[in-house]
Nanobody, 116 residues
Framework: QVQLVESGGGLVQPGGSLRLSCLTS????????MTWYRQAPGKEREWVAG????????QYAEAVKGRFTISRDDAKNTVYLQMNSLKPEDTAVYYC?????????WGQGTQVTVSS
């Protein structure tokens, strides 16, 4: 079955960096568009970044453009989110997501807290 497992979250000071990982299994990772979302307390889940298969073109939400980098390693079935220059408003639970055969799959999420 399809599984997505995020890791790498934690507590970081403003201006700091974290790298999130999403290890996947149960589907052909190399052919899927992979995305990161986040959900802050009291807010709706929002799209953060996406990386296409077959070339790895990337897309970013305006709020993270220039600070976050999404990448993929098809040999490891893993998608990453490198987050630099973190701000308190980046505090959220971060989820990876994909769609396989019209069904949407989410990981369990990893908490990122940006605070001094």
């Amino acid at each position: 079955q399809v599984q997505l497992v995020e890791s790498g979250g934690g507590l970081v000071q403003p201006g700091g960096s974290l790298r999130l990982s999403c290890l996947t299994s149960g589907f052909t990772f190399s052919s899927r568009y992979m995305t990161w979302y986040r959900q802050a307390p009291g807010k709706e889940r929002e799209w953060v970044a996406g990386v296409f298969a077959f070339g790895g073109n990337t897309q970013y939400a305006e709020a993270v453009k220039g600070r976050f980098t999404i990448s993929r390693d098809d040999a490891k079935n893993t998608v990453y989110l490198q987050m630099n220059s973190l701000k308190p408003e980046d505090t959220a639970v971060y989820y990876c997501r994909t769609v396989v055969s019209t069904q949407t799959y989410w990981g369990q999420g990893t908490q990122v807290t940006v605070s001094s």
